[in-house]
Nanobody, 117 residues
Framework: QVQLVESGGGLVQAGDSLKLSCAAT??????MAWFRQAPGKEREFVAR????????VVTSSVKGRFTISRDNAKNTMALQMNNLKLEDTALYYC????????????WGQGTQVTVSS
């Protein structure tokens, strides 16, 4: 059974850094990704990694500030967030797409990131 558990969220000041982690059980996955949802907004894609190749995709609003990585041996994924901005405040979700799926079909419970001025 697949489970995704996020950790590492918290309250930080603008310009600070934070690292989120996602511990997965099960797999394999075609993609693993981070999404976020700010209050009153739709959930949005943040970054994705292909576990087999390490290829990454990062949305333009966080490019140059956020880095997604994966440790296949530990079955974990991380999101290093630098130079955080107020608009990065959101509930961050870890997601995974199973090999036979055509969408992200596994989701974590989310971890809150709050950036203050």
């Amino acid at each position: 059974q697949v489970q995704l558990v996020e950790s590492g969220g918290g309250l930080v000041q603008a310009g600070d850094s934070l690292k989120l982690s996602c511990a997965a059980t099960g797999g394999p996955f075609t993609y693993m990704a981070w999404f976020r949802q700010a209050p009153g907004k739709e959930r949005e894609f943040v970054a994705r990694i292909t576990p087999t190749t390490g290829f990454t995709v990062v949305t333009s609003s966080v490019k140059g500030r956020f880095t997604i990585s994966r440790d296949n041996a530990k079955n974990t994924m991380a999101l290093q967030m630098n130079n955080l901005k107020l608009e990065d405040t959101a509930l961050y979700y870890c997601a995974a797409r199973g090999e036979s799926a055509d969408r992200y079909n596994y989701w974590g419970q989310g971890t809150q990131v709050t950036v203050s001025s």
